[in-house]
């Protein structure tokens, strides 16, 4: 059926979702073969304009409730007093008067009290925080210190579709700042964070009675955070300064004032006071110390030798059963090249190498290397010089002779195995209880990976973290440094390796020191039995020259 509907002249239009919900559809049709009418028959077009107009009223009933209960506020006056002391204290008293529209149970003021000075932190120290309403009754308050500001939640009796006064007062040291020798005061009186307007702002500052009024300097900024706006009147009576603003605030806007005082006329707090403040404020400073104490404990407790420092006596013999690799290593805590030489020297000195040296055609001279014994199956042979050996002249010894040079072009796969064997020897043979070179790897990506912190804070990569106070950059890069300035020094020996380590320092006493007519009493062979002990320690060229 195609029927057209006209308007009767009590009708209303409807809103486009209410025609689309209550179009014909399946059902309607079915209805219509049931009784035989059409749906657009007159009966038929007034059973669904009852129904439209009963949907319509039902629509408008439940969305005046829902649009009753939408919530705003506005703040109509915002009323600052600033009393400030002889000793740079300063008493905050704010009246709030909000127009609260719809339901609501109270507010938040937030009161920024860290501020970055010259690269350092710089905070108030807010306190006696009370919050009132307009009868000087006290208010449920809830006080929160998130991050750089202190956070004010109030709960506000009867603020639905009223007007409401709230009063706050805090005590603020430290607030007063010295500038060029004088005492200033530099005050966001509303803050720039509200999301409503200010309809009237207004400030009056209560200087001491003993400041003549015309020695005071004074200005005021209004409009949003930086902004230099001037949209205030200042009048001065007595010992106030007042500042009102001829303007609403928008949204984000606020007015800051700045007071000045002749120099001495405030007497501010002691030198004492405020280093603690300083020091309170960038206490990341103070890690470096901290760092230092901490790293001396875990020395003492963990890297300094047990025992003690034990006595050095003369020592005329190696110790027995010791190898030059190992006392050079227990020396310096460290393996280096010239061990590997010192146990190829004392090898050759054994039989088991012969050390020649060739002219080449041009450059340097070179030395060449000869085995002499089969190496394999060798007992007198300890494992440190067996690793040596393969390194020299292969795993599976097929090199009779290996050239100097050789050994140097191929330097990474010969000498860093053998520097880590010499490691593992020092805690097999229990002169160490774990590898030195570990232990200074350990603080060395210790300290690299604070002062990577500290660097990607300086460099603003921490932005995302917040306002990240430089003073913590600073303080973490040098504990940084602390820690890899202790590297060096954390690898502890056991007892009988500080015991041992005494009687290699004995020896090379000896080696140092020894006369000329000591050395003529010495067997022959003396310089070449000892020159692996006198290479490993670094003593070679003065027992050397003894000879000469």
């Given amino acids: 059926c195609a029927i057209s509907i006209p308007r009767s002249r009590n009708s209303r239009p409807i809103s486009s979702r209410a025609s689309s919900s209550f179009a014909p559809t399946r059902s309607s049709s079915w209805t219509a073969r049931r009784t035989g009418r059409c749906p657009g028959s007159p009966s038929e077009v007034r059973r669904i304009s009852r129904a439209l107009l009963v949907a319509a009223l039902l629509t408008a009933a439940l969305a005046g409730p829902a649009g009753a209960q939408q919530r705003s506020f506005a703040i109509d006056r915002f009323a600052v007093t600033l009393e400030v002391g002889a000793d740079a204290t300063l008493r905050v008293r704010e009246a709030i008067t909000v127009d609260f529209r719809g339901a609501h149970q109270g507010f938040f003021r937030t009161i920024p009290v860290r501020y970055e000075r010259r690269g350092l932190e710089f905070a108030?120290?807010?306190?006696?925080?009370?919050?009132?309403?307009?009868?000087?009754?006290?208010?449920?308050?809830?006080?929160?210190?998130?991050?750089?500001?202190?956070?004010?939640?109030?709960?506000?009796?009867?603020?639905?579709?009223?007007?409401?006064?709230?009063i706050i007062s805090y005590r603020v040291r430290r607030a007063l700042i010295d500038v060029d020798g004088h005492e200033e005061l530099y005050w966001n009186v509303t803050g720039t964070d509200w999301d409503v307007p200010i309809r009237q702002a207004e400030a009056i500052v209560s200087s001491p009675a003993e400041v003549p009024l015309d020695q005071v300097r004074s200005i005021a900024y209004t409009g949003p955070r930086?902004?230099?706006?001037?949209?205030?009147?200042?009048?001065?009576?007595?010992?106030?300064?007042?500042?009102?603003?001829?303007?609403?605030?928008?949204?984000?806007?606020?007015?800051?004032?700045?007071?000045?005082?002749?120099?001495?006329?405030?007497?501010?707090?002691?030198?004492?006071?405020?280093?603690?403040?300083?020091?309170?404020?960038?206490?990341?400073?103070?890690?470096?110390?901290?760092?230092?104490?901490?790293?001396?404990?875990?020395?003492?407790?963990?890297?300094?030798?047990?025992?003690?420092?034990?006595?050095?006596?003369?020592?005329?013999?190696?110790?027995?059963?010791?190898?030059?690799?190992?006392?050079?290593?227990?020396?310096?805590?460290?393996?280096?090249p010239r061990d590997f030489v010192a146990t190829l020297v004392d090898l050759a000195v054994r039989g088991y190498l012969r050390v020649e040296e060739i002219e080449p055609d041009f450059g340097e001279s070179d030395f060449i290397f000869h085995r002499l014994k089969p190496i394999p199956g060798d007992r007198e042979l300890k494992p440190i010089e067996l690793y040596v050996l393969s390194r020299l002249f292969g795993r599976d010894w097929g090199l009779p002779t290996r050239r100097l040079s050789e050994v140097k072009r191929d330097y990474d796969n010969v000498f860093p195995p053998v520097r880590d064997e010499i490691y593992r020897m020092l805690v097999r043979e229990g002169l160490f209880p774990s590898s030195p070179e570990q232990v200074r790897a350990l603080w060395l990506v210790a300290g690299i990976g604070i002062v990577g912190a500290a660097l990607f804070i300086l460099t603003g990569g921490a932005d995302w973290l917040g306002t990240v106070p430089q003073s913590l950059g600073i303080g973490l890069g040098a504990s940084g440094l602390v820690v890899l300035a202790f590297s060096p020094f954390m690898p502890r020996k056991t007892f009988r390796g500080a015991r041992a380590l005494a009687r290699v320092k004995g020896f090379r006493e000896c080696l140092e020191r020894t006369s000329k007519d000591e050395l003529r009493r010495l067997p022959p062979d003396t310089m070449h039995r000892w020159l692996a002990w006198a290479i490993a320690p670094g003593v070679s060229e003065r027992w050397v020259h003894s000879f000469e």
């Fill in 124 to 166: 108030l120290r807010v306190d006696d925080i009370h919050v009132f309403d307009e009868n000087v009754t006290p208010l449920r308050t809830e006080v929160s210190r998130p991050g750089r500001a202190i956070r004010i939640k109030a709960w506000v009796p009867g603020a639905v579709d009223a007007t409401r006064t709230v």
């Fill in 226 to 336: 930086g902004a230099s706006g001037a949209d205030y009147t200042e009048d001065r009576a007595d010992a106030f300064l007042i500042f009102r603003t001829t303007r609403p605030l928008r949204p984000r806007e606020g007015l800051t004032i700045a007071v000045g005082w002749p120099a001495g006329a405030i007497r501010g707090p002691s030198a004492l006071r405020q280093a603690s403040w300083w020091l309170g404020d960038n206490w990341p400073l103070g890690l470096p110390l901290l760092t230092l104490g901490g790293g001396l404990l875990l020395w003492r407790r963990y890297g300094r030798d047990p025992g003690g420092a034990p006595t050095v006596k003369p020592e005329y013999a190696p110790p027995d059963g010791m190898l030059p690799a190992t006392g050079g290593a227990l020396m310096t805590e460290r393996a280096e």
